[in-house]
């Protein structure tokens, strides 16, 4: 997992820096300052990072062999990961509203391929953890030995701290 | 024994044919992969090489008319991109995939089911670039695909969204190759199997594996970004909306230079292998030239400028880039040195093999020189876009990275078929393929210092490059009928070609020390390794001046009972498998899908819905491949009791 976890890292590091590249470039379109709600998004960051608390509960479940707190947490986890790609989705659509499309600008188009390859990956973690949470209904989850635990979690816990670099770089460094 | 009462559910029971058709469908052993990988990669070089062969017929002189321009641009951009990514990584993918676990002495790789969903990648995704010319044209950007160049305004039709899918497709296929070659290597290593007493392939393997690793990621972001600009209409590389020009270029060389790398390594591995066994003598310098592709691998990463000198990125840059670029022959270097000093005073047999090594170390020194040429920013000026680039790389990649492959392919075979191929032919094919090779493409040295552009499908009379250029073809034609020569062999070798014992070669690695065939389980013990060259040193003693002297016969080989299979043994293999051959189909699917999504160009309105409808299937093919694979039970039950 740590290593495709490199390559991920890879992967969101060319994200990022063809997004630094073009973060001026607006093409007479909105940019970063007309167009970034920090309160809203500062919020939804926060939900994310809430879920990376729930993942460490759920996991500490999983060590103590508690099926019920792990699926408990399991579930409360996936909940803020929903959250938040709700927030994402709704920010997508007032952006649009007030007049950034995909195609406006390198800017625009640079911002939503960046946060929405995040979005994709918040979206499959989920998956991830609705998956874990079938199989321990299912009693297919052995306690003993079970690494998928573990490397969803890692998962889970990367996607986050990928989040705190993009909305570092992406709403704070322009805006500020 | 197996139990058939037991009850289960018809869609989650494992397949347990292990032959037939279903057999190879469904097969997670890393041989059966291995050999898959092998053929098919091989049917790839032959369609390549028709490719190549077209280009040179249409070059064999001035003003030539059998192909024109749109179609030749079309064939040396498929030629490229089918030898680069469907040819030399599928092919050292199949050397990785049947030798490297044998060497470090293990059963399978770590993820044998993704192992499995790699080689359906990489043949759908073959199938679907080269499915581009059944849907009117092919990509024709180039091997690299420069955007803007790339982009809809400038090359319309379907070709170049098959390019950015169709690697995008192959690059899942290596990227999970890469994660699995690296846990196999870090956690399924046998006891006594330190990381300085692997052979050396497999070092090359594991460093190939952390280069594209973090190689292709970069790719995968600039290839989604053509894909946007392409389908959706983003602004990535659109110029008039402020992009900027070279964005395409950076992302690619910063794959695209270790991508060289990644051809190369694998070969460096497979002539450390064979340049030993034949001289008779260990390999020299073990640190030094594992060291060494650590440290190509690692500077790889630093140079991809150089690959843009005449982008204009200004003075200092292109003397950083040069000055970097000629560090890296500090490496390549020794390792060419440290076979020299392999072969020297050994007992040296000339086979095939051996021969394709030697070609290598010879050829792959001329084009690490005339690389080393253009490392100098101001000479790049003059050579860049000529056929002296032509020249050069075909030096490494053929001369070099094919030869090494051929010397892999006579090595193992008789490791992977359990027959000998013929030395005559062996010795035919390598003379006539060497003998080709350099009348192939020494002349475009010429041609290209004379000033003969590449990429240019006429060019006219008298401008002094008849001559060379008609060599050239011929080279060609000798090069098609050297692989003729091999094919030949390979049938010869399945119909009459004599059996091959375990260790046919006085081999010095754990790969020798089975049956040839390997049997299905590997080994029947779990190896112990002692010292590097484990196998050697059960076989040969050395005397008081160091020579080696044979250990009295029997002592190695117990020959117990060989055709009690892994079952009796109690060895658990995995069990077949039919969700990464849906998982694969689900994601070619999704990519017939992105092509058809916009006919029109990213102007237009337009959505087709058979487009739409092909991402719809394939995303529940994938889904449905998905939750299969990780609901399926992990062994069959009854399957073996243990
Ligand atoms: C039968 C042997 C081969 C012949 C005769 C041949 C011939 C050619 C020619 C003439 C071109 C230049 C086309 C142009 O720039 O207008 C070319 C391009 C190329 N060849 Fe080969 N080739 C052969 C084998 C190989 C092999 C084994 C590789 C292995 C990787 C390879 C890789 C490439 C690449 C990467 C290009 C560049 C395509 C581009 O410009 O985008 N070729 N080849
Ligand atoms: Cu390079």
Redesign the interface.
Same mark, same amino acid.
């Given at each position: 997992m740590w290593?495709?976890l $490199?390559?991920?890292a890879?992967?969101f590091g060319? %994200?990022i820096t063809?997004y630094m %590249?073009?973060k001026d470039?607006? $093409?007479n379109g909105p940019g970063p300052t007309d167009i970034f709600d920090i309160p809203f998004t500062s919020v939804s960051s926060f939900v994310l990072l809430m879920s990376s608390l729930t993942m460490v509960l759920a996991h500490d479940g999983a060590v103590k062999r508690d099926e019920g707190r792990m699926r408990l947490w399991l579930l409360a986890t996936a909940m803020l990961g929903t959250v938040f790609i709700g927030g994402q989705v709704f920010e997508f659509t007032s952006f649009v509203s007030e007049g950034m499309t995909?195609?406006?600008?390198?800017f625009?188009?640079?911002f939503? %391929?960046l946060t929405s390859?995040h979005g994709i990956h918040v979206t499959v973690g989920i998956l991830f953890l609705l998956?874990l949470y079938t %199989?321990s209904r299912l009693g297919?989850l052995p306690m003993e030995d079970d690494i998928r635990v573990d490397m969803i979690a890692l998962y889970w816990h990367f996607v986050d701290i990928v989040w705190i670099v993009i909305f570092t770089f992406v709403y704070l460094i322009p805006v500020g | 024994m197996a139990t058939t009462s037991i009850e289960r559910s018809a869609t989650l029971r494992r397949p347990s044919s292990k032959t037939g058709l279903v057999g190879w469908l469904t097969t997670v052993d890393h041989k059966k992969i291995g050999i898959l990988y092998g053929m098919t990669a091989f049917a790839f070089f032959i369609v390549g090489g028709i490719e190549a062969l077209l280009i040179r017929m249409q070059l064999a002189g001035p003003n030539g008319d059998v192909l024109t321009a749109e179609v030749y641009n079309q064939l040396f951009t498929m030629h490229g991109v089918t030898m680069i990514f469907l040819v030399i990584m599928p092919m050292t993918a199949a050397f990785m995939n049947y030798v490297m676990p044998i060497q470090i002495g293990a059963r399978d790789m770590a993820f044998p089911r993704l192992n499995a969903m790699s080689y359906w990648l990489f043949l759908l995704g073959g199938l679907f670039l080269n499915s581009s010319f059944l849907f009117g044209q092919a990509p024709s950007g180039g091997w690299f695909g420069y955007a803007p160049n790339s982009l809809f305004a400038y090359n319309p039709g379907p070709g170049m969204d098959f390019y950015a899918v169709g690697l995008q497709i192959l690059g899942i296929a290596s990227l999970a190759s890469a994660v699995n070659f690296i846990v196999t290597i870090l956690n399924l290593r046998a006891p006594g199997m330190t990381l300085l007493r692997m052979p050396v392939f497999s070092w090359m393997t594991f460093v190939t594996a952390f280069l594209l690793l973090f190689a292709l990621p970069v790719l995968a972001v600039g290839l989604f970004e053509l894909t946007a600009d392409r389908i959706l209409g983003t602004n990535f590389f659109d110029v008039g909306k402020g992009a900027d020009p070279i964005l395409w270029q950076h992302l690619f060389w910063v794959f695209g230079h270790p991508e060289v790398y990644i051809m190369i390594l694998p070969s460096f591995g497979i002539v450390s292998e064979v340049l030993p066994v034949f001289s008779r003598k260990p390999l020299f310098g073990y640190a030094a030239v594992v060291f060494a592709g650590a440290a190509i691998a690692f500077i790889g990463f630093g140079v991809w400028a150089h690959h843009m000198f005449a982008a204009g990125l200004g003075p200092i840059a292109n003397t950083g880039f040069a000055l970097s670029s000629m560090v890296i022959a500090v490496p390549t270097g020794i390792k060419i040195f440290n076979w020299v000093a392999t072969m020297w005073g050994g007992r040296i047999r000339l086979t095939a093999p051996m021969l394709f090594a030697i070609g290598l170390v010879a050829q792959f020194t001329i084009g690490g020189l005339s690389g080393v040429t253009h490392a100098i920013a101001p000479h790049d000026y003059q050579q860049t876009d000529t056929y002296y680039i032509v020249a050069h790389f075909h030096y490494v990649l053929f001369g070099g990275g094919m030869f090494g492959i051929f010397a892999g392919l006579y090595y193992w075979w008789p490791k992977i078929f359990g027959r000998m191929l013929n030395e005559t032919l062996g010795k035919l094919n390598f003379w006539t393929m060497f003998v080709g090779f350099n009348l192939a493409f020494f002349p475009m040295h010429m041609s290209g210092l004379w000033g003969m552009p590449r990429r240019t499908y006429i060019f006219p009379p008298g401008m002094g490059w008849d001559l060379m250029n008609l060599l050239s073809t011929i080279g060609a034609f000798t090069i098609a009928f050297a692989v003729l020569v091999f094919i030949v062999n390979a049938v010869r070798s399945h119909r009459v070609g004599e059996e091959a014992t375990g260790d046919p070669w006085d081999g010095r690695t754990l790969e020798w020390s089975v049956e040839s065939p390997t049997p299905e389980h590997n080994f029947h013990e779990t190896p112990i390794v002692h010292s590097r060259d484990d196998w050697w040193n059960t076989k040969y003693e050395e005397d008081t001046q160091g020579r080696p002297v044979r250990v009295p016969a029997g002592a190695a080989d117990d020959g117990e009972q060989l055709d009690v299979g892994a079952r009796e043994r109690g060895i658990h293999l995995p069990d077949p498998s039919y969700w990464p051959l849906v998982v694969a189909i689900g994601i070619t699917v999704i990519g017939y899908g992105i092509v058809f999504l916009r006919p029109q160009g990213p102007a237009s309105n337009q959505w087709s819905a058979g487009g739409i409808l092909f991402i719809v299937l394939g995303v529940v093919t994938l889904l449905s491949g998905y939750f299969g694979w990780v609901l399926e039970p992990l062994e069959e039950p009854g399957g073996d009791d243990h």
């Open positions: 290593v495709f $490199a390559s991920e890879m992967f060319s %994200l063809t %590249l073009y470039r607006t $093409a995909i195609t406006t600008s390198p625009s188009s640079s939503y %391929l390859f998956g %199989l297919r | -």
